[in-house]
Nanobody, 124 residues
Framework: QVQLVESGGGLVQAGGSLRLSCAASGRTFSSYAMGWFRQAPGKEREFVAANSRSGGSTYYADSVKGRFTISKDNAKNTVYLQMISLRPEDTAVYYC?????????????????WGQGTQVTVSS
């Protein structure tokens, strides 16, 4: 069982930056692939970024490449999402997710565990 708690969301102006954190419980954090997804009102949950179990491989949605960076600190049981050059279209609830098998890292159904979400609002 893994419990995930996100933090770091907030209100920021366009062009600004935020860093989201996701703290995970459990002693086997390094065995899990981690992902970030987001969901805007009236839209489906969409993939943002993912990090392999070792942290050595990363994946990004085209819409965030070059602006967002995912990183995994196995010693701290935490995964981060550094976001720069934020745009109003980045406004959404951001969710952290974890999965032990990492068979479908780009899709919501590929993750077993989810956090409660943190709101990111980017004003124009």
């Amino acid at each position: 069982q893994v419990q995930l708690v996100e933090s770091g969301g907030g209100l920021v102006q366009a062009g600004g930056s935020l860093r989201l954190s996701c703290a995970a419980s459990g002693r086997t954090f390094s065995s899990y692939a981690m992902g970030w997804f987001r969901q805007a009102p009236g839209k489906e949950r969409e993939f943002v970024a993912a990090n392999s179990r070792s942290g050595g491989s990363t994946y990004y949605a085209d819409s965030v490449k070059g602006r967002f960076t995912i990183s995994k600190d196995n010693a701290k049981n935490t995964v981060y999402l550094q976001m720069i050059s934020l745009r109003p279209e980045d406004t959404a609830v951001y969710y952290c997710a974890a999965d032990r098998y990492a068979t479908a890292m780009l899709y919501p159904h590929g993750y077993e565990y989810w956090g409660q979400g943190t709101q990111v609002t980017v004003s124009s």
